[in-house]
């Protein structure tokens, strides 16, 4: 059905598309996903909390999945060692966590314009020195973006 799709879309699109399009149909290693986000107003109900792409899957474009997830985790253990009611550890988490997840997920653009040039920097950004002097911008951004609490004291106990 994918493959169909693509046929269908790209059928006039000219220059090298027909031979693309006449070896798809016969490719084994294909594959097609849709991309999408997790935006939630809470982390958090009753005695249940989630993390990772359960929680503010930030999409395969940003590179961010397995950081918020791993940051997200860190700061759940740590608040949950910190604070004997999970309540009070899990708005902790949500306090800490919701500045970095909201810049993470801020590479979607939500208008019209935005979503051309998204499609023309993605475009762009295909080309292998281009990826690599972007993963190094960043890199640089979002290293330093939230600080860690330090549960130091948790694990001594």
Do not use: W
């Given at each position: 059905?994918q493959k ?11 220059f ?11 490719a084994?290693?294909?594959?097609f996903e ?6 939630m107003d ?24 397995t950081?918020l997830?791993?940051?997200?985790a860190?700061?759940?253990?740590g608040?949950?060692?910190?604070n ?13 966590m919701r ?6 997920q ?10 051309r ?14 990826m690599?002097?972007?993963e ?7 290293d ?8 130091e ?5």
């Open positions: 059905m169909e799709l693509l046929q269908k879309l790209f059928a006039d699109a000219g090298e598309t027909p031979r693309v399009l006449k070896d798809l149909k016969n084994k290693d294909f594959y849709a991309i999408g986000q997790v935006k809470q982390r958090s109900q009753g005695r249940v909390a989630l993390v990772g792409d359960a929680s503010y899957c930030p999409s395969p474009i940003t590179g961010m999945g950081t997830a791993r940051v997200g860190y700061i759940l253990a608040e949950l060692g910190r004997q009611d999970h309540k009070e550890a899990f708005k902790k988490y949500e306090t800490l500045p970095y997840v909201t810049k993470a801020k590479i979607f653009p939500e208008t019209h314009m935005g979503i040039f998204r499609n023309a920097a993605l475009s762009f950004v295909a080309r292998p020195t281009v690599r002097l972007i190094k911008l960043v890199k640089s951004k979002t330093d973006t939230i600080s860690l609490p330090d549960y004291t948790i694990l001594a106990q």
